[in-house]
């Protein structure tokens, strides 16, 4: 039997301090957070991380972090959305990446800025067991569907739903490949538990929600606070779990397999980013 950490994690694309911060004798650097970053993972010690929001410079940070940490950790490139785990317990079978249209037909506009939407995945092999699963972070389209909102874009749900579908499209081909081994698919879905992404996934391409199918804890908090450009976050936003946008979706476990999905809230975290990461806790 695998015990396994499995984590996701949106570490907000920002690299230079910022001057709402500076003007506080503050640092939201990516030199400073990638540091912050780096002692979530030596606290936690996930086994496999899907990141989101990590760009080309965090990525080089985090890892050299994370190497003079001397922490086991290798890193699958995935544009924005890498994967990052411990190769010291785990052997990589495959992988596929795929980077969402920013075209959609029927839908005005663009739906990927930056090119920062995609699915990355990755078919691990437990190297004490054997034991096999598929892991995949996304990250989707992340405007409001709401026309009251500020960040209103018409076609924001139908964009995310578009975007899920080829997601799941794509972790089911390579899953019969390895003989429908266990599936996590993680990420900042910018979608609540009632949307229409989230429902597909759970409705109709048979994923559960690793809340739901936690044995032992289960987190009821959304796990997002105000960090950003203006300054750091005051406080985790007071909010129930369906509300939360982080998400981790489970397909073919084991009955019992999900033991604990928990949110990694802490004072700290609140100067590294606006989403916290959410993990769950298995035994395959």
Same mark, same amino acid.
């Given at each position: 039997? $695998?015990? #396994?950490?499995?984590? $996701?994690?949106?570490?907000?694309?920002?690299?230079?301090? +910022?001057?709402?911060?500076?003007?506080?004798?503050?640092?939201? $650097?990516?030199?400073? +957070?990638?540091?912050?970053?780096? /002692?979530?993972?030596?606290?936690?010690?996930?086994?496999?991380?899907?990141?989101?929001?990590?760009?080309? /410079?965090?990525?080089?940070? #985090?890892?050299?972090?994370?190497? /003079? @940490?001397?922490?086991? !950790?290798?890193?699958?490139?995935?544009?924005?959305?890498?994967?990052?785990?411990?190769?010291?317990? *785990?052997? #990589?079978?495959?992988?596929? &990446? #795929?980077?969402?249209? =920013?075209?959609?037909?029927?839908?005005?506009?663009?739906?990927?800025?930056? @090119?920062? =939407?995609?699915?990355?995945?990755?078919?691990?092999?437990? =190297?004490?067991?054997?034991?096999?699963?598929?892991?995949?972070?996304?990250?989707?389209?992340?405007?409001?569907?709401?026309?009251?909102? @500020?960040? &209103?874009?018409?076609?924001?749900?139908?964009?995310?739903?578009?975007?899920?579908?080829?997601?799941? /499209?794509?972790?089911?081909?390579?899953?019969?490949?390895?003989?429908?081994?266990?599936?996590?698919?993680?990420?900042?879905?910018?979608?609540? *538990?009632?949307?229409?992404?989230?429902?597909?996934?759970?409705?109709?391409?048979?994923?559960?929600?690793?809340?739901?199918?936690?044995?032992? &804890?289960?987190?009821?908090?959304?796990? !997002?606070?105000?960090?950003?450009?203006?300054?750091?976050?005051?406080?985790?936003?007071?909010?129930?779990?369906?509300?939360?946008?982080?998400?981790?979706?489970?397909?073919?476990?084991?009955?019992?397999?999900?033991?604990?999905?928990? +949110?990694?809230?802490?004072?700290?975290?609140?100067? *590294?980013?606006?989403?916290?990461?959410?993990?769950?806790?298995?035994?395959?």
């Amino acid at each position: 039997m $695998s015990k #396994l950490r499995l984590m $996701s994690q949106n570490q907000w694309n920002n690299t230079p301090n +910022r001057p709402s911060w500076e003007a506080r004798g503050l640092d939201c $650097s990516a030199e400073v +957070r990638m540091k912050g970053h780096a /002692e979530v993972f030596a606290e936690l010690l996930p086994d496999v991380v899907g990141g989101q929001e990590v760009n080309k /410079e965090m990525q080089q940070l #985090l890892m050299l972090a994370l190497t /003079e @940490k001397r922490l086991p !950790y290798t890193m699958l490139w995935g544009n924005f959305t890498p994967i990052f785990y411990r190769a010291d317990q *785990l052997e #990589l079978l495959d992988t596929a &990446y #795929l980077l969402y249209p =920013k075209q959609i037909e029927g839908l005005e506009g663009g739906f990927n800025d930056v @090119k920062s =939407k995609s699915c990355n995945l990755g078919v691990f092999r437990a =190297k004490a067991d054997g034991t096999v699963f598929l892991f995949a972070t996304t990250h989707l389209w992340w405007r409001s569907s709401n026309p009251e909102s @500020k960040h &209103y874009q018409a076609g924001s749900d139908e964009a995310r739903l578009y975007q899920i579908r080829l997601a799941t /499209e794509m972790i089911a081909n390579y899953q019969a490949k390895y003989g429908n081994c266990p599936v996590f698919l993680v990420g900042d879905m910018n979608a609540n *538990l009632h949307s229409p992404a989230l429902q597909y996934a759970m409705n109709q391409a048979g994923y559960t929600h690793a809340h739901d199918a936690a044995v032992e &804890y289960a987190s009821e908090n959304r796990g !997002y606070n105000s960090c950003g450009p203006n300054g750091p976050g005051d406080a985790w936003q007071d909010r129930p779990y369906p509300m939360a946008i982080d998400h981790i979706l489970c397909k073919d476990l084991p009955n019992g397999a999900v033991r604990r999905f928990d +949110r990694y809230m802490t004072e700290d975290y609140l100067y *590294l980013s606006d989403h916290a990461p959410v993990y769950v806790d298995v035994e395959l």
